[in-house]
């Protein structure tokens, strides 16, 4: 539980600092004046004045915020500098501010990405090439090494790891399976019993891939196609998720943070992996066309700037504050049956 709650907060912290501080960079290099940023909702626990704005901790470590002048978060005692409150700003300058906080968590996960394609590398699933050979399995008592590269399964060609894994898994049990393998300049084939293994229903063999890094310019140039199909993915779930099209997993902060103290227990390079997915899922949802959520400011300022009229400060106000409550209202739902899948395991 430790572990969870410490890994969580990790998690939360830097996704959320990297997010707000996009907000609070790009404000300050608008010129709109910043009251506070904070890590955290709730009373404060820790907090002091810096040169431009207050800096604070807060007692629940679910999110942070960055107050800006002339947002209707003003404070009796703040004295706003005239052309410098938010709402003063042209249409281009708010967007800018509004979308620097989604694109900071997409750069981090980007930044990530390419940080364990160098440094840690990712399963080689490109080639069947044995990597480990799992203990007690029959590719273990069969005479398998890694480094061996399996040629065919059962007398089909065999070109990667996916097509190698399902034709093993559909290999008839009653019958010997017959492997053509490479290893260094040697070929030969070997012919023996996988039956199917207890925990899954399927043969398994008892091997696993090999582990592949990658140049510096070549781990950036993967990032990029990496990020791009996990938004693309990320889209479409969420999506066919709220058109009832498909079931998706959703969780909440008890669900993240059992992930999170999964990933911590396998590792460093798994939790900067979570830590990645996690960036990049923050990033995109901000981005959804919802009132509250950093989507929903944006089309109310592509509204202005394709009408001509702002919408009156009070009415943008009440449709957030109703988008915050069904967001709130959202969260409790899924954190409540994030404790019953806990409950039930």
Not at 153 to 167: C, H, K, L, Y
Not at 265 to 270: I, L
Not at 277 to 295: K, Q
Request: charged content about 15%; aromatic content about 10%.
């Amino acid at each position: 539980m430790i572990v969870d709650i410490l890994a969580f907060v990790f998690i939360i912290a830097v996704c959320v600092v990297i997010h707000e501080y996009g907000h609070y960079r790009t404000a300050i290099a608008c010129g709109v004046q910043v009251h506070e940023f904070s890590f955290g909702m709730g009373p404060a626990i820790y907090s002091f004045k810096g040169k431009r704005n207050l800096w604070s901790v807060r007692a629940f470590p679910i999110g942070g915020f960055v107050r800006l002048a002339g947002m209707e978060e003003d404070n009796e005692d703040e004295i706003v500098t005239p052309g410098m409150g938010f709402n003063e700003k042209s249409p281009f300058s708010r967007l800018a501010i509004l979308f620097a906080g989604p694109l900071s968590n997409v750069l981090l996960a980007f930044f990530l990405t390419a940080l364990l394609l160098w440094g840690h590398g990712i399963l080689d699933m490109e080639r069947p090439k044995i990597g480990t050979i799992m203990d007690g399995y029959p590719a273990q008592s069969a005479g398998l090494m890694p480094g061996d590269l399996v040629l065919s399964v059962g007398g089909e060609t065999i070109e990667d790891w996916p097509s190698m894994a399902e034709r093993i898994r559909s290999h008839d049990v009653e019958k010997p399976l017959v492997l053509r393998i490479e290893r260094g300049e040697e070929i030969f084939s070997l012919s023996l019993s996988v039956p199917k293994d207890p925990a899954t229903g399927y043969p398994l063999l008892g091997i696993q891939p090999g582990r592949v890094r990658f140049s510096a310019l070549e781990s950036v140039r993967r990032s990029i196609s990496y990020t791009f199909a996990m938004t693309l993915a990320m889209v479409r779930g969420l999506f066919s998720w709220i058109v009832g099209q498909n079931q998706v997993d959703v969780s909440g902060p008890v669900g993240i943070a059992s992930m999170a103290g999964q990933a911590a227990k396998q590792g460093g390079w798994a939790l900067l992996s979570f830590l990645a997915i996690i960036s990049l899922n923050l990033g995109i949802v901000n981005l959804f066309p919802f009132p509250a959520l950093d989507g929903g400011r944006i089309v109310f300022i592509l509204g202005e700037i394709l009408t001509g009229k702002k919408l009156p400060e009070k009415v943008e106000g009440y449709v957030h504050f109703t988008g915050f409550v069904i967001l709130i209202g959202l969260i409790a739902f899924i954190t409540w049956q994030d404790i019953l899948r806990l409950l039930t395991r």
